[in-house]
C-alpha cells in the first residue's frame, strides 16, 4: 500500500473549508470524490478522521489523503487556460502598478469590463489567468469597477490575501478616492450626499442596470453615503471633483453627482439638466484616483493611479492641474 500524502495548510490558504482547499490544491478531484474518501475515512486532519467536506481548517493544520488523490482523470489538467495575444498580455502587464505575493494593483482603462455577462467574452477576471500560479490559480477580484470607469483596481493573489482585502472593503476599512469632471459646480464646495437607492433594470445585464431614488422602508433600497470636495472648476461649465464613498453601491458616485444636479461628463445613464461640456469625449470622467486599504500582512497598502488619456485631455481643455490634487486624501477623513 501506498504512502499517504501530506497536506500542510499554510498561512497563504486562510481560513478555509475542507473541500475547497483540496479542490485547490487537486483541480480535477470532484465534490463527490472528496465526500467518498471522507465517508472511507481516507482523509484526516492532524490524524484524525475529517468528520464532513465542510470541516474548517486553520494555517498549521495538516491533511492526509491517500496517493490516488492525485490521479488526473484526463490527460490535461481540466483547467481552461486563458490564451491573450502578445498584444493583450503587454496590455494587460502594463496596467500593474503594485505586485508584491499578496496583491497585483492595477490601472484599469476605461473600456474594458472587470467580469463577464451576457455576451461579454473580454473582462480583466478571466484576463488575469496570466498572472496564475500552480497552488492558488489566478489572482482573485476583491471589489469592482464599472466597465467605463477608469482607475485603482485590486487582486489578491492568494486566499488568504484575497480574504483580508474582501474583508476590508466590506468592513468599510479602505479609504478610495475618485476624480471626476462634472458639469457645473457643486454647492456648497464640500459635503455630504446621503439617500435611500434601488436597483432598476437588468441585473443580468449590466449595460441596462440603473440605479433610481428610492424611499426609507421601500423592499430591496439600499442607503449610500458619498463625501465630495470641488478641487477646482472651470466657471460655472464644470468642475474637478474628488469623491469618497462611503458605502459600495451600484453606479453610488454617478448617481449622487444626477441626483445633485451635477452629472459626470461622458455619462449617459445618469444625467441632469445642465449643457453638455463641449469639446470633451463621450467617455465616462471618473477615475479611481487612489486607495489605501491594509495589506494582508499588515500596514497599508497606498497606491494612486494615472489618469487615462481623455481624462488627461479634459484637465489641459479646463486648465485644470494635477497639482491642485497632489495628496488625493487631503480632503477627507481617512479610514485606513
Known sequence: MSSPITLPVRETDGEVRLDRFLRRKFTTLTQGRIEQMIRKGQIRIDGVRAKKAGDRLSPGAEVTAPQEIVIPEKKDDGVVRVRLSPEDERWLRDMVIHEDEDVIVLNKPPGI?????????????????????DEHGKPKLCHRLDKDTSGVLIFGRNPAATAKLSKAFAGRKTTKVYWAICLGTPHPLSGEVRGWMIKAGSAKNPDNELMRRAAHGEPNAVFAITDYHVISNAGTKASWVALKPITGRTH???FHMAEMGYAIAGDPKYVCDREPIGGLSEQLHLHARAIRIPHPKGGILSVTADLPPHMLKAFDALGFQQFEGRDPFEHFRVDA
Open 113 to 133: 469590463a472587470v467580469q463577464g455577462g451576457t455576451g461579454m467574452t473580454k473582462h480583466l477576471d478571466k484576463m488575469m489567468e496570466i498572472f496564475a500560479v
Open 252 to 254: 453610488q458616485l454617478r
